[in-house]
């Protein structure tokens, strides 16, 4: 199993960037499907994206096609979410998520994620 720690939240006006990173301790990361889900205020959680083990599929909410771009380095441990052209509703807090033997992101818009990172907030100013 692995734990993990999110970076890169912030501020941004509309139509601005960021990118939220994931990183990873522990050995058998590139064993981890990953997802991105995030958490607005009264809302309830939200599956976001998910990449496979290799990274050689991804998933995405229909909201953010378009705009947002999974990918990992498996070398690294990271799992990046470059995420563009932001618009207010963007915003939340956003958790990366992993879990082990699942191959191509089935299911992953369930939450069944086994580890959790703390979140880092996203706040997108109209």
């Known amino acids: 199993q692995v734990q993990l720690v999110e970076s890169g939240g912030g501020l941004v006006q509309a139509g601005g960037s960021l990118r939220l990173s994931c990183t990873a301790s522990g050995r058998s990361f590139s064993h981890h499907d990953m997802g991105w889900f995030r958490q607005a205020p009264g809302k309830e959680r939200e599956a976001v994206s998910c990449?496979?083990?290799?990274?050689?599929?991804?998933k995405y909410v229909d909201s953010v096609k378009g705009r947002f771009n999974i990918s990992r380095d498996n070398a690294k441990n990271t799992v990046t979410l470059q995420m563009n052209s932001l618009k207010p509703e963007d915003a939340g807090v956003y958790f990366c998520?992993?879990?082990?033997?699942?191959?191509?992101?089935?299911?992953?818009?369930?939450?069944?994620?086994?580890?959790w990172g703390q979140g880092t907030q996203v706040t997108v100013s109209s």
């Open positions: 990449i496979s083990r290799v990274g050689n599929f991804r």
């Open positions: 998520a992993g879990r082990e033997d699942y191959y191509y992101c089935d299911d992953y818009e369930s939450g069944a994620y086994v580890q």
